[in-house]
């Protein structure tokens, strides 16, 4: 029985190890940061942009952790952190500046507070902390959160600091997203925490973007991909006018909702089910997370909750968890220990891949669950992706936090 052997590459945060053909750009932001200490006064504001899937993310992920290595070898302790935020998830400047304190303390909730303070809180937070942090706004795009209040507050601190207080570690930003909201942007700072000229990104070649594809099958896999394949994903993402981002999300449902029936001839995939999971179980992930994190305990009481408006019972805990662990292997969802709670650490799942992505089917308990995404025997009924799960949660209502 096979199942890939490292599903966590096919997630959309993944951070390959290799920008293909894009390691000049990647030194370029490096170049401008400056990092250990910057001869320039701050604030270290840079940008890179492009079409959609063509790697601006990638480009700045690299770019933030050639600064923390940077960092980390010359000065040592304090260890420098990441912050990213995708901030096409986040409502508003409110939504922004709550996420960046959450990123501190998982527990605040920024509902009754102005921005200002919020953002004062988390800039306090960063000074009391003296750790070099490099900050990723990532998917900048057109009618997302206005970040000019955001930026303004990195580039005058000092205004949000108590009184006789003044001065922060080393803080550098990345933005990356569409040279369109990019420009916007900056004409919105004006002269204020501003960034010069933003590296700009070219849509992939043809060669580059066979070589991503066949690199991440590969490492999901464990072996080398069958060349057919990767021929016909790449094709497909060239007709759909897509870039890398398309392309991975054709591998991953080709991954994660087919079984090969015979890898080593490379012949094509009988497209089969996904994930056997009960719809409740995703639903209550959905609206405990937000696309974003959710602690256990939230997705065990709407478990229960949604499973009685199903009409079924609600899973046992060890069930549940095994739930939990498919979808980790999947690459859909990372489980995480932080400090806090009432022992002393919270359990918290964080969604790596949007869940109307998923590839998943309904589980039938009087179906041996299938082991693996290529599993010969056993498998569910056929399931079209995420069409597939919206017709299960259909009849679910909306509960709370429904469509945030």
């Known amino acids: 029985m096979t199942t890939l052997a490292h599903s ?20 370029e932001l490096v170049r401008r940061l400056d990092p250990p200490i910057p001869h320039a006064p701050g604030p270290w ?45 986040l409502r508003g400047t409110h939504g922004v500046a709550t996420a960046l304190v ?7 909730d920024g ?52 009184e006789g207080e003044s001065g922060l570690p080393p803080v550098w930003t990345i933005l990356a997203g569409t040279p369109g909201a990019l420009e916007t942007l900056r004409a919105g700072l004006g002269g204020r925490a501003s960034f010069g000229p933003w590296v ?46 398309r392309a991975v999300d054709l591998l991953r449902r080709e991954l ?17 089910g996904g994930i056997p999971i009960e ?50 292997r999947a690459g859909y969802v990372r489980r995480e220990i932080r400090p806090g709670g009432a022992g002393g650490t919270l359990s918290v799942l964080r969604v790596l891949t949007p869940i109307e992505d998923w590839v998943t089917t309904a589980h039938r308990p009087e179906t041996r669950p299938v082991d693996g995404p290529w599993s010969s025997h056993g498998a569910p009924a056929p399931a079209a992706g995420a069409e597939c799960l919206r017709a299960a949660l259909a009849h679910l209502p909306d509960g709370p936090g429904a469509g945030s």
């Open 45 to 89: 504001l840079v940008a890179v942009g492009g079409p959609p899937g063509c790697g601006a993310s990638t480009v700045a992920r690299r770019a933030a952790r050639e600064v923390v290595e940077r960092v980390r070898a010359a000065l040592g302790e304090p260890f420098p952190r990441t912050l990213v935020l995708r901030t096409p998830l």
């Open 279 to 328: 719809p409740w179980v995703v639903r209550a992930i959905g609206l405990a997370s937000r696309g974003k994190a959710a602690r256990l305990a939230e997705v065990r009481r709407l478990e229960a909750e949604l499973a009685q408006v199903a009409g079924a019972r609600s899973l046992p805990t060890t069930t549940l968890w095994r739930r939990i662990v498919r979808l980790e």
């Open 102 to 108: 959450q990123q501190l303390d998982e527990g605040f």
């Open 256 to 272: 994660l909702g087919v079984s090969f029936r015979d890898v080593r001839d490379g012949l094509l995939p009988a497209r089969l």
């Open 200 to 245: 700009r990104l070219e849509p992939y070649d043809l060669a580059t973007l066979q070589s991503i594809v066949a690199d991440r099958a590969g490492r999901a896999i464990g072996h080398a991909a069958p060349a057919p394949v990767v021929e016909r994903i790449v094709r497909r993402t060239v007709e759909d006018g897509g870039g890398a981002r």
């Open 8 to 27: 966590e590459v096919l997630a959309h945060d993944w951070l390959p190890p290799t920008a293909f053909g894009r390691a000049g750009e990647v030194e």
């Open 111 to 162: 509902r009754g507070f102005p921005v200002p303070e919020i953002l004062a809180g988390f800039l306090r937070r960063v000074r009391r902390d003296r750790r070099p942090t490099v900050i990723l706004l990532d998917d900048v795009a057109p009618g997302g959160p206005d970040l000019v209040p955001v930026l303004r507050a990195f580039g005058d601190p000092d205004r949000f600091l108590p």
